[in-house]
Each structure stands twice: as C-alpha cells, then as structure tokens.
C-alpha cells in the first residue's frame, strides 16, 4: 500500500480527507475503506486510521477523546507527529482526554498519564466503564472504535451532524460528571512497580545513593532518575515528604520483608533519618 503523507491541511481543506466529493471521495473509497449512505466511513484497524484520518487529527482546533486506557488510540507513527505539531501550532489545539482508572493500572501508566497532563492536556478519570471509546474532531467528527475481533478493531468516523452532535452531548455528559485526575489520584495509592517498593526501602534505610545504585545494578545517574520519578508519583516535593505519603498509602507495608525475614520499618520517619543520615555523611 502507497504511504500517503500527513499534513496539515489548509483552512479551507479542513475535514476534506473526509469529504465524499471529487477525488476526496476517491481517496475515501480505496484500499479496505467503505462508505455508507450516512457519510460514514469504516476503518480497518490501525494503520488504515493513521493513514486515512491523520490528517484531522494534524489539523484540528478542538480534540477530545474516551478510552478504556492509553492503549486504545495508540496511533503507531502517527502520535509523536501530532504532539510536535500541537506545539508548533498558536493557539494550540484544546485537548481533553476521559479515560477508567485502567489507564493508571501499572506504573509506567501512570507516569506517562501525569507527563500528558503536564503538558496542559485536560484529563478525567470516569469511575464507570465509558459506553463508548470515542475521539471528537472539532465538534465535527467523531470516531468510534469497535471492539477488537482478531486483534484488529474497526474505527467508524461519523460525519453525520445529528450523530456527532449526539456523541458530543454524551461525551460532555460523561466528563462532568468525572473526577480531575488530581482529585482522582488524591484519594489512591500511585501503581508502584517492584522496583520503586524496593527504591523506597532503600531510601528508608539510609543507604548512600551510590550503595543503593550498586544494590540495584543501576547507575548513579538511573537511580537518582527513578527517585525523581518515584516523587512524582507520590506527589512529593522532597524524600522525606515522599516517605510520609508512602506511610499514608501503606506501600512500605506492601514491601514485603527484609533481609533475614525482619519486617521493614514502614514509619515515614525511618525513610526521613535515612535522608538525614545520608546529608550527614556528605557533610
């Protein structure tokens, strides 16, 4: 299949790699893409949406999108392009993003959840499975994914004013009744991976950051990073405020045993003298 390259269409092109009229409609009606009578077009799975709608998602001034997690509208090829041109871009687009709490079920979920937030895309966490997994072009298209048969989804992208004015409503109904994902995350553990229990640990029983890194195979610059990241995580500004977060959620609790078999000790103030001990070292 010839690759077609992505740009952003002019103003007046806007929404034309959807249009059913001239060679726009050819376009639409090659490959493995068909159309309705409803201005609705099918899309077999993922590399046939990055190819066939990349071009609204370059465009757009308004994005909204609904998905189970972050897995959903991977967008392979096309996602790093979209972020840099959302930069590029002034104004930038509007970007909110509805997600289950799915998408902060691991670590690397989570992490990569609260980089997209950092970047000033709007996101909520619905308690409740959404009914649909749904991306909104502009209040002017919308993109609903089927679910997976064979490992391959369909998407259909809806044209259709009075189906898109209704996807709309039910998307807007949904996010205000969501939780901001700091609220959300406020009242809950952060998915820490094994590897952060033991950092934690490490941090809570003094060890220099050079013992540790060689405690954990990793080098001094890994480990520092992955303290950093662990910070985050537990919304902390420092290690030791990061210990009494850690002792709020019970994560040292959750760490298992030490050594020989002897119970960590989970009091934030264990992993605090262990940040003073180390300062008092380097003193």
Same mark, same amino acid.
């Given at each position: 299949?010839?690759?077609? #390259?992505?740009?952003?269409? $002019?103003?007046?092109?806007?929404?034309?790699?959807?249009?059913?009229?001239? $060679?726009?409609?050819?376009?639409? !009606?090659?490959?493995? #893409?068909?159309?309705?009578?409803?201005?609705?077009?099918?899309?077999?799975?993922?590399?046939?949406?990055?190819?066939? $709608?990349?071009?609204?998602?370059?465009?757009?001034?308004?994005?909204?999108?609904?998905?189970?997690? !972050?897995?959903?509208?991977?967008?392979?090829?096309?996602?790093?392009?979209?972020?840099?041109?959302?930069?590029?871009?002034?104004?930038?687009?509007?970007?909110?993003?509805?997600?289950?709490?799915?998408?902060?079920?691991?670590?690397?979920?989570?992490?990569?959840?609260?980089?997209?937030?950092?970047?000033?895309?709007? #996101?909520?966490?619905?308690?409740?499975?959404?009914?649909?997994?749904?991306?909104?072009?502009?209040?002017?298209?919308?993109?609903?994914?089927?679910?997976?048969?064979?490992?391959?989804?369909?998407?259909?992208? #809806?044209?259709?004013?009075?189906?898109?004015?209704?996807?709309?409503?039910?998307?807007?109904?949904?996010?205000?009744?969501?939780?901001?994902?700091?609220?959300?995350?406020?009242?809950?553990?952060?998915?820490?991976?094994?590897?952060?229990?033991?950092?934690?640990?490490?941090?809570?029983?003094?060890?220099?950051?050079?013992?540790? $890194? &060689?405690?954990?195979?990793?080098?001094?610059?890994?480990? &520092?990073?992955?303290?950093?990241?662990?910070?985050?995580?537990?919304?902390?500004?420092?290690?030791? !405020?990061?210990?009494?977060?850690?002792?709020?959620?019970?994560?040292?609790?959750?760490?298992?045993?030490?050594?020989?078999?002897?119970?960590?000790?989970?009091?934030?103030?264990?992993?605090?003298?262990?940040?003073?001990?180390?300062?008092?070292?380097?003193?």
């Amino acid at each position: 299949m010839r690759s077609t #390259v992505l740009r952003p269409p $002019a103003r007046g092109e806007r929404l034309a790699a959807c249009c059913h009229g001239g $060679a726009g409609r050819a376009a639409w !009606q090659t490959g493995s #893409v068909s159309v309705d009578l409803d201005r609705n077009v099918v899309l077999r799975g993922d590399a046939e949406l990055v190819e066939r $709608a990349g071009p609204l998602f370059l465009a757009c001034e308004e994005f909204a999108c609904a998905a189970t997690d !972050q897995n959903t509208w991977a967008l392979p090829g096309l996602r790093e392009r979209i972020v840099a041109e959302r930069r590029r871009i002034r104004p930038a687009p509007a970007v909110r993003k509805l997600y289950t709490p799915a998408a902060l079920a691991d670590e690397e979920s989570e992490r990569r959840l609260l980089e997209v937030a950092a970047a000033g895309v709007l #996101v909520r966490i619905c308690p409740t499975p959404l009914p649909h997994e749904t991306i909104i072009v502009d209040r002017r298209v919308a993109i609903l994914a089927g679910p997976p048969e064979g490992g391959v989804r369909e998407y259909t992208v #809806v044209r259709s004013p009075g189906v898109v004015k209704g996807v709309v409503s039910l998307y807007q109904a949904t996010w205000e009744t969501s939780a901001e994902l700091a609220d959300h995350r406020r009242g809950r553990p952060p998915a820490l991976g094994e590897e952060s229990l033991r950092i934690l640990r490490l941090l809570a029983g003094g060890l220099k950051d050079e013992a540790a $890194a &060689r405690r954990l195979g990793m080098s001094l610059r890994t480990y &520092r990073r992955r303290v950093a990241e662990i910070l985050v995580l537990l919304d902390a500004d420092s290690r030791f !405020q990061a210990g009494l977060r850690a002792h709020e959620f019970g994560l040292m609790r959750r760490s298992g045993r030490g050594r020989g078999g002897t119970p960590h000790n989970d009091s934030p103030e264990a992993l605090g003298q262990g940040v003073s001990r180390r300062r008092a070292g380097r003193a």
